[in-house]
Nanobody
């Protein structure tokens, strides 16, 4: 059974940084695509960043230059380094693993940016 567990969320002030982690069990990352999405209250879930199966990176315009997605295949862990955080980055952040047959989601981790 594939499970994804996110960690690293919390409450920070504007301008500060956080690093989210997503550790997978039950399946090695292999060449699967991996993503971070977020969902703010009253809004739809949106893509934040993705590592495509070929390795190229995709970022939402709102986070380009501030967020960095990366993976550690040896640890089966996906990361999202978030710098220069803004109040509008406040949301629940979810990682996902995209296989040919289905998409697996983590339970989410809350990020709150507030002074």
């Amino acid at each position: 059974q594939v499970q994804l567990v996110e960690s690293g969320g919390g409450l920070v002030q504007p301008g500060q940084s956080l690093r989210l982690s997503c550790t997978a069990s039950g399946k090695a990352f292999s060449r699967d695509a991996l993503s971070w999405h977020r969902q703010a209250p009253g809004k739809q879930r949106e893509l934040v960043a993705r590592i495509r199966s070929g390795g190229s990176l995709v970022y939402a315009d709102s986070v380009k230059g501030r967020f960095t997605i990366s993976r550690d295949s040896a640890r089966n862990t996906l990361y999202l380094l978030m710098n220069s955080l803004k109040p509008e980055d406040t949301a629940v952040y979810y990682c996902s693993l995209h296989t040919p047959s289905r998409v697996y989601w983590g339970q989410g981790t809350q990020v709150t940016v507030s002074s």
